[in-house]
């Protein structure tokens, strides 16, 4: 960093002088960083609230402040790595601390996270801003899912309300990342005394996008059927 040097975050040099043992000299803490990186700054503008920092999260668990650009990421030990061997380092770093979420990108439907095409970091803001928690935040999802996002003239609501109230969105054992397998995931609101009224009963052991194809919004059919 500009104008820093090894004294900025290890103190005085002069400690040197008295002991050889490198654990004797001081190492830096997030207090440190935050001299040069303040808290109220872009990236840092949610980080005193964030689950990181109430975790005692420090900033060297990610970041080498002798390591490499990007923003010093450190790299990946063995056993990050083993989780996601053609990840990138984010993911692998994230891993590490996170290996039930890490899990969920190993089921058969599954964002290409373990592939390296996507970062944890393109959803979820490591240091608290807007992109933490996902909640009923679909217009993150449409970032990316464009295709999927309207406006429509006929809406499906979940889909402007929350994408997570059909999909999960790490990984999952049903196709398109559903919650559960067609028909369940669609029953799970759309309950069987409404709709059995103008289905016969057989039409729920079949895929109810076989019909309702347009499930996530339509410009020509109210009930979504194209």
């Not at 890490?102 to 996507?118: N, Y």
């Not at 993150?140 to 006929?154: I, N, S």
């Amino acid at each position: 960093m500009e104008h820093a040097d090894c004294e900025s975050c290890h103190g005085p040099a002069q400690r040197h002088a008295h002991t050889a043992r490198a654990a004797d000299i001081r190492h830096p803490s997030n207090a440190d960083c935050e001299r040069c990186h303040r808290v109220g700054s872009s990236t840092l503008l949610h980080w005193a609230t964030s689950p990181h920092a109430r975790g005692d999260v420090l900033c060297s668990d990610c970041h080498d402040t002798h390591g490499r650009e990007p923003f010093l990421v450190r790299r990946a030990d063995a056993l990050e790595e083993a989780i996601f061997p053609t990840a990138g380092t984010t993911t692998q770093l994230c891993a590490g601390c996170h290996p039930e979420i890490a899990a969920e990108f190993h089921l058969p439907s599954h964002h290409p996270l373990a592939e390296g095409m996507i970062e944890c970091s393109d959803c979820h803001a490591p240091h608290a801003g807007g992109r933490t928690r996902l909640g009923a935040e679909t217009r993150r999802c449409t970032t990316c899912h464009q295709e999927f996002a309207g406006p429509w003239v006929f809406e499906h609501a979940p889909v402007a309300e929350d994408c997570q109230h059909c999909h999960t969105p790490h990984g999952a054992s049903a196709d398109f990342l559903l919650e559960a397998p067609q028909p369940a995931a669609c029953i799970n609101c759309h309950t069987l005394p409404i709709s059995g009224a103008v289905h016969e009963p057989w039409a729920f052991t079949t895929r109810c996008t076989d019909c309702h194809s347009a499930v996530h919004g339509s410009f020509t059919d109210p009930v979504l059927r194209r």
